[in-house]
């Protein structure tokens, strides 16, 4: 199985903040990568595929990059909606992987 | 708006079973494969299972593989999970999920195993 990695497990951040959170897929991924927010009590929902690929509904300041095996997600500014936790996710291979999860808190 | 509903999900004592149900409400959910993947409240997200398009090829993670079936429904568009010999570490939120230009995720239905 692909391991993913995401760093870092929690951040704490102000409102208007940039934010970036990485994942690492233990071997090759292409882009076939996707980002997941999810609130506490709710469901996951997807924010971005195939790595850069911005969801249907998604707010335009979520961004995602990267190839292989290295990715980033990065929010251009922190809203009171995006505290909540993230998640990355490989679909290159079965089994679909996660990531542990990055907690975004605010300071 | 695309969305996958599921059902099913309840209390049951250690060794029973369930079966969960995922329907998509405004598209045929046989038109992509389809997973499983459960939650335990707090952690993180685990793969369970998934289904081809045509049902052909079925595929499960080793910690349910002989206790959980998944199957579907074309005349019902609906895609199930049967799940026996339920044991305690089963208990989770389970989401159904496909992809069809990104990945629309279920809202989930919990699953408690406990006597």
């Known amino acids: 199985d692909i391991h993913m990695t995401q760093s870092p497990s929690s951040l704490s951040a102000s409102v208007g903040d940039r934010v970036t959170i990485t994942c690492r897929a233990s071997?090759?991924?292409?882009?076939?990568l996707a980002w997941i927010q999810q609130k506490p009590g709710k469901a996951p929902k997807s924010l971005i595929y195939?790595?850069?690929t911005l969801q249907s509904g998604a707010p335009t300041r979520f961004s995602g990059s990267g190839s292989g095996t290295d990715f980033t997600l990065t929010i251009s500014s922190l809203q009171p909606e995006d505290f909540a936790t993230y998640y990355c996710?490989?679909?290159?291979?079965?089994?679909?992987?996660f990531g542990g999860g990055t907690k975004v808190e605010i300071k | 708006e695309v969305q996958l509903v599921e059902s099913g999900g309840g209390l049951v004592q250690p060794g029973g079973s369930l079966r969960l149900s995922c329907a998509d409400s405004?598209?045929?959910?046989?038109?992509?494969?389809v997973h499983w993947v459960r939650q335990v409240p707090g952690k993180g997200l685990v793969w369970v299972s998934r289904?081809?398009?045509?049902?052909?090829?079925?595929d499960y993670a080793d910690f349910v593989k002989g206790r959980f079936t998944i199957s579907r429904d074309n005349a019902k568009n609906t895609l199930y999970l049967q799940m026996d010999s339920l044991r305690a570490e089963d208990t989770a939120v389970y989401y159904c999920?496909?992809?069809?230009?990104?990945?629309?995720w279920g809202r989930g239905t919990l699953v408690t195993v406990s006597s």
């Open positions: 405004g598209f045929t959910v046989f038109s992509s494969w």
């Open positions: 195939a790595a850069s």
């Open positions: 999920l496909r992809y069809d230009s990104g990945w629309t």
């Open positions: 289904i081809s398009t045509d049902g052909s090829i079925t």
């Open positions: 071997q090759g991924i292409n882009n076939l």
């Open positions: 996710q490989q679909y290159r291979t079965f089994p679909l992987t």
